[in-house]
């Protein structure tokens, strides 16, 4: 039994995105889940190319292919009422299409431009959690034009291990799913990284690696628009170093526990730096925040995940789930928090 009246939402999907087919396939759920819910929710596929189409099932490429402003023509049209936020990565997540459906009238789920974009930015998203007073770990970052060669990247890589120590976790500035993360251990991987992520980037973050244990904490907001903390999550990777995009996506590759083995005011602190960061980004509706406690008790945030996955593999309906949520109650709590945009 649906929590709201009969909506018209367009699921939105795919994207020219590192990330595109896992937007597919968590789409797929939130398509059958919202019409079982009696909602009229129509797939939107982005290709590959960033063509637009409007077919019958989520990944549908046979309806006509349509640019950006023409879609959002079609979405008005259709009369959406609610723009289904089903993207991940840079494409859909970095507050770009959220600027585009702000001038067209449409609500749409997540949070909005300026929090988008920011969490997209891990240096930008840092500043932000500094200046918030938040727990992150030592950084630098590092500008692509510095290590372009194996020469530089070198002297770069020995001024990191003197600053930050051995390993390093290297990023580059916008990614989802981890994808453009790498933790070389030793001077010549890290020399090698820096090289090859710095590719089409204008920088890259290096932060101090922290050993302890990852965990996630995912804000939910309730019918009045406050922050809402659900049950932390444990990661556990079983085959990877860390919770990389194969551990995310892959059976069997990670476990995941909820509500995770730590102390209660460990997870206490802990959810409350998921509200806190999604308070400082100025985040909307739904975040999950990473953060991994140190082997000594001390919390460090790693980033905030504006569009958080929603595949049956996914962490929010977990945790969601473990608070009594089921994954159809989940779903309408994120579209309720569009419907209170003006």
Excluded at 14 to 36: A, C, N
Excluded at 48 to 75: I, T
Excluded at 161 to 169: D, I, Y
Excluded at 312 to 329: E, I, N
């Amino acid at each position: 039994m649906s929590g709201l009246a009969p909506l018209r939402i367009a699921v939105l999907h795919g994207g020219p995105s590192t990330e595109h087919d896992i937007s597919v396939w968590s789409s797929r759920g939130v398509l059958q889940t919202l019409r079982d819910l009696g909602h009229d929710a129509q797939p939107v596929y982005v290709d590959r190319a960033g063509f637009w189409h409007f077919g019958e099932a989520a990944g549908d490429e046979s309806a006509p292919a349509l640019p950006l402003l023409a879609a959002m023509d079609r979405l008005k049209e259709l009369r959406t009422e609610v723009a289904f936020m089903g993207f991940h990565g840079t494409y859909g997540e970095d507050g770009k299409v959220q600027a585009v459906l702000d001038l067209s009238g449409i609500r749409y789920t997540g949070s909005g431009v300026t929090a988008s974009a920011a969490a997209m930015d891990k240096p930008l998203a840092r500043r932000v959690f500094v200046g918030a007073g938040l727990p992150v770990a030592e950084a630098r970052e590092v500008a692509s034009s510095t290590v372009q060669t194996a020469q530089a990247a070198d002297v770069v890589a020995r001024g990191l291990a003197a600053a930050l120590g051995l390993p390093v976790v290297v990023k580059v500035p916008a990614g989802g799913s981890s994808v453009g993360i790498e933790i070389p251990r030793d001077l010549a991987a890290l020399s090698d990284a820096l090289v090859r992520l710095s590719v089409g980037v204008e920088s890259l973050l290096c932060e101090q690696y922290v050993a302890g244990t990852e965990l996630t904490a995912g804000i939910l907001e309730g019918p009045d628009g406050v922050p809402q903390m659900l049950p932390i999550v444990e990661i556990v990777p079983v085959s990877a170093a860390f919770f990389d995009y194969e551990a995310k996506y892959q059976d069997g590759a990670t476990r995941e526990i909820c509500p995770a083995r730590i102390p209660d005011d460990v997870a206490r602190q802990v959810a409350e730096l998921g509200r806190a960061a999604h308070i400082a980004l100025g985040c909307r509706g739904v975040s999950r925040t990473d953060v991994i406690v140190r082997t000594d008790g001390k919390p460090f945030l790693l980033e905030t995940n504006t569009l958080p996955g929603l595949t049956p593999a996914s962490l929010l309906p977990k945790a969601a789930s473990t608070a009594g949520l089921a994954y159809g109650q989940l779903l309408e709590r994120i579209v309720a928090a569009a419907l209170r945009v003006r």
